[in-house]
């Protein structure tokens, strides 16, 4: 949700050219970034408490590491926002911004490990896996929910860590330069 959420309301007001304000206001980039990817990461944690709600109904839920759950959820509800961002600056059409989720980040969120351990897979595949970032976010959050991940809980963070600063360097990079959003 956090991906969807930035990508259709940044892309919105770029289309309904509406971002132009926000552009020439003396507002600074990364205001203009936190606001949206704070929006979108709000959302999507949102939508997650929601959804866990739901299932407390139906099974109970025992969290035996809350602090790594919600740093994990928080942190992936970052890079999904960073990355939508980055999607929506590029995106010409809506074709565009719906591109991306489909064809990228669904096959590689099912192929992330969600609903498997990745030592179950054959060794060409476990290590293919390993190169899937989603992989990592998945881990954190299944030690926090769990207790249990197939990799070291200090990787997946640092991974993590490192695409937000990658993402949102970029995001304010692309900002700064106009790249498609100044004609």
């Known amino acids: 949700n956090s991906y969807g959420n930035i990508s259709s309301s940044f892309f919105g007001a770029k289309f309904g050219r509406h971002i132009e304000e926000l552009l020439v206001s003396p507002m600074p980039n990364w205001v203009i970034l936190g606001g949206y990817v704070a929006g979108a ?39 999904f926002s960073l990355a939508g961002f980055v999607n929506a600056v590029f995106a010409k059409k809506f074709d565009d911004v719906a591109i991306v989720p489909t064809f990228i980040l669904t096959p590689l969120t099912y192929l992330g490990g969600v609903f498997y351990s990745v030592k179950l897979l ?22 926090g929910l769990l207790g249990v991940s197939d990799v070291p809980l200090w990787v997946a963070y640092a991974l993590m860590l490192g695409f937000v600063v990658v993402l949102a360097a970029l995001g304010l990079w692309l900002l700064k330069r106009g790249v498609g959003l100044r004609s």
């Not at 054959?122 to 030690?143: K, L, Q």
Request: glycine share 6%.
């Open 122 to 143: 054959p060794g060409w595949a476990e290590a293919a896996t390993h190169a899937n970032p989603i992989f990592y976010m998945v881990n954190a959050f299944r030690y």
């Open 41 to 79: 990461v709000l959302r999507g944690v949102m939508v997650g408490a929601i959804v866990l709600c739901i299932a407390m109904f139906f099974t109970k839920v025992r969290v035996p590491h809350p602090l790594v759950m919600v740093s994990s959820v928080l942190l992936g509800a970052t890079i």
